[in-house]
């Protein structure tokens, strides 16, 4: 499609065994389907799902963004494609949650704006994450991405899988739920908001921790400190959840923090 694709509203516009590429924008304000997986779709510009607006990928047939996606609509289902981002620089957001199982970055970084923005299964490529002021990043899977920057202030981003690794950065909000073995980074670990556990997770410090707000350790979770000097600037509350402290030391940096 030469130029841009509008799906107008109360339309359903069904892709269904050939390729398409669009060379500029894309807006849905009707319903989008990907409805076979036979072949590929390229989308150049900005999709944007706009309110009342549905995209769906049925087929589970594999996308490639070039110019980001914006989610006002009513639906997006992702479907167990990959979504690939490459070639361009680009963004996701708006005011819906957005959910992909699978998402490639290659060659580019893309910037997280949504506040709940979720990658089911696995976020990997060569490319970069960028975390946006505000914005949510939930990994229900494995982060083999190259770079994750999530350090602004203020975003979160949250292992919500089970058996995760967590990845070497530096965090802003750093969340680790859902269930199973957290395996921590062995590099030194900063965290400059708040440290926080939940659902069942269970996790054993690799490394020294700074971080520069608080601590909450949620009912039905581990954390074990292990051999290594941590330092926490703000409260530790723990709701339930089972601190061992092993060989450690926790050093507390500020003179109002409640322990």
């Given amino acids: 499609v030469g130029g841009n694709l509008t799906v107008g509203s109360g339309t359903t516009f069904t892709e269904d065994g050939f390729g398409l590429t669009v060379t500029g924008a894309t807006s849905v304000s009707g319903t989008l389907d990907h409805a076979t997986a036979l072949a590929t779709r390229t989308y150049v510009g900005l999709v944007t ?24 609509g009513t639906t997006f289902s992702s479907g167990s494609g990959v979504y690939t981002f490459n070639t361009n620089a680009q ?16 060659g580019v970084t893309l910037t997280n704006n949504s506040a709940d923005f979720t990658v089911s299964t696995a976020l990997s490529g060569t490319g970069g994450l960028t975390q946006g002021s ?34 070497a950065t530096t965090y802003h909000h750093l969340t680790l739920s859902g269930s199973g073995t957290k395996t921590m980074p062995g590099s030194a670990l900063a965290i400059n908001g708040t440290f926080t556990t939940s659902g069942t997770a269970s996790a054993t410090a690799a490394s020294a921790l700074t971080i520069g707000g608080g601590v909450v350790l949620g009912s039905g979770t581990t954390f074990n400190a292990s051999s290594f000097s941590h330092t926490v600037a703000g409260d530790w509350t723990n709701n339930g959840g089972t601190f061992t402290p092993s060989t450690s030391t926790v050093t507390f940096n500020s003179t109002t923090a409640a322990q």
């Fill in 134 to 167: 505000g914005a949510t990043l939930k990994l229900g899977g494995t982060s083999g991405i190259t770079t994750l920057t999530a350090s602004v202030n203020p975003n979160t981003v949250n292992y919500t899988g089970a058996a995760q690794t967590v990845k």
């Fill in 91 to 106: 963004a996701i957001g708006g005011t819906t949650a957005l959910a992909i199982g699978n998402v490639t970055v290659t």
């Fill in 49 to 72: 799902v706009n309110s009342g607006g549905s995209w769906t990928n049925t087929g589970n047939t594999t996308i490639t963004l070039r110019g980001g996606i914006t989610h006002n």
